[in-house]
């Protein structure tokens, strides 16, 4: 399996140098191979750590009194067309298709399968897609008029993203888990900013070498480059970044996002003052973090520094 990894899956030749991170990952038992790049189970030791991250988004999030919400990794159509993801990254999201025939149809089903013939050309669109982002599964619930402080969020989710790739930063499937939230102007970005504040810090603390840098969506098409350099620009999106051990370049593993009235317009949200709603959610790559504190601080966390052990709660359950 390390292999399909190492080269690729079939017809697509791998990364020469910069696969070798996630096969030590994969070597190490941390990861789990599925045969498909990008996508992995977690080891109950890489799980752990995983739980210790969301242990301490969460505390800050109790500290805003944030309302906690664990969401599926699937989200409905219609949510997901207010969002407009659709315009603006079609290439990274995915759709959920179902067999809804009759028997005939299934008998058609299998001759396909069997004969290895176009089989999902014979299934119907669900009415879910996959989750592009935990924050998109909050704006729903939000229609109507806030309450005068405006509603946060404890949000996360694994999200779909089709992005194969070799590379251990990179995965198709992720958990991403948000503080989100959802109110005047000047408090969603009063939220944005010392959430990124509060990320790199709690990042810092875990030993990993942080720096927060204005970043752009890799939005679609020629339309898509516009709207990037208007981002950046505003410096609407804030990503922390670090660098990982046995990576290329810099990888954003938090970002910290205004969005201004994008989700308040088309789910109908309204602030108490009549104005309406904007919006900042700040993201924490649970997957990337925790593969950056393997990188950094090598494959046994038991092996970990005591104030970072400590500080994700693993003195009990790894010693
Ligand atoms: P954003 O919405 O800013 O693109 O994503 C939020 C966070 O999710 C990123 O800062 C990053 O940590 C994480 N993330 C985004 N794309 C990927 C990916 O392909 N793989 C993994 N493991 N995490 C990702
Ligand atoms: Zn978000």
Redo the contacts with the bound molecule.
């Keep these: 399996m390390t292999d399909i990894i190492r080269a690729g899956t079939p017809g697509t030749p791998g990364t020469p140098g910069t696969e070798s991170l996630v096969c030590r990952l994969v070597d190490a038992e941390l990861l789990v191979p599925t045969g498909v790049l ?1 996508l992995y189970g977690r080891s109950g030791t890489y799980q752990d750590v995983a739980d210790g991250i969301g242990a301490m988004v969460r505390r800050w999030g109790a500290s805003l009194g944030a309302r906690r919400l664990h969401l599926p990794p699937v989200l409905g159509r219609a949510t997901f067309a207010h969002t407009n993801y659709l315009e603006s990254f079609p290439d990274l999201m995915g759709s959920v298709h179902v067999f809804s025939g009759g028997n005939p149809e299934h008998k058609e089903l299998l001759r396909r399968v069997e004969s290895g013939g176009d089989w999902p050309a014979l299934l119907e669109p669900a009415d879910v897609v996959l989750a592009s ?1 935990a924050c998109h599964g909050v704006y729903p619930l939000c229609t109507g008029v806030l309450p005068i402080e405006g509603r946060t969020f404890d949000v996360q989710s694994y ?1 779909f ?1 089709h ?1 194969p ?1 070799p590379q251990a ?4 499937s ?1 958990v ?1 888990h ?1 503080i989100a939230h959802v109110g005047t102007a000047d408090g969603a970005w009063n939220h944005r900013e010392e959430g990124l504040a509060h990320g790199l810090r709690m990042l810092s603390g875990l030993g990993l070498d942080m720096s927060a840098v204005p ?1 752009s ?1 890799p939005f679609f098409g020629r339309v898509g480059a516009v709207l990037a350099a208007g981002q950046l620009d505003e410096e609407l ?1 804030m ?2 970044v670090t660098a990982i051990p046995g990576t290329q370049g810099m ?5 910290a ?1 205004s969005h201004r009235d994008h989700f308040g317009v088309p789910f109908g949200i309204e602030t108490a003052g009549g104005a309406v709603a904007h919006s900042a959610c700040v ?3 649970v ?3 925790v ?1 950056a504190l393997l990188a950094v601080h090598g494959l046994d966390p038991a092996s970990w520094p005591s104030g970072v052990r400590d500080q994700l709660g693993l003195a009990g359950s790894l010693a």
């Excluded at 990888?251 to 970002?255: K, N, V």
């Design positions: 990008g982002a999200c993203r992005e790739s930063a990179r995965m198709q992720f991403m948000e970043a969506d999106k990503e922390g990888t954003a593993i938090m970002s996002n993201a924490f790559g997957d990337r973090i593969v």
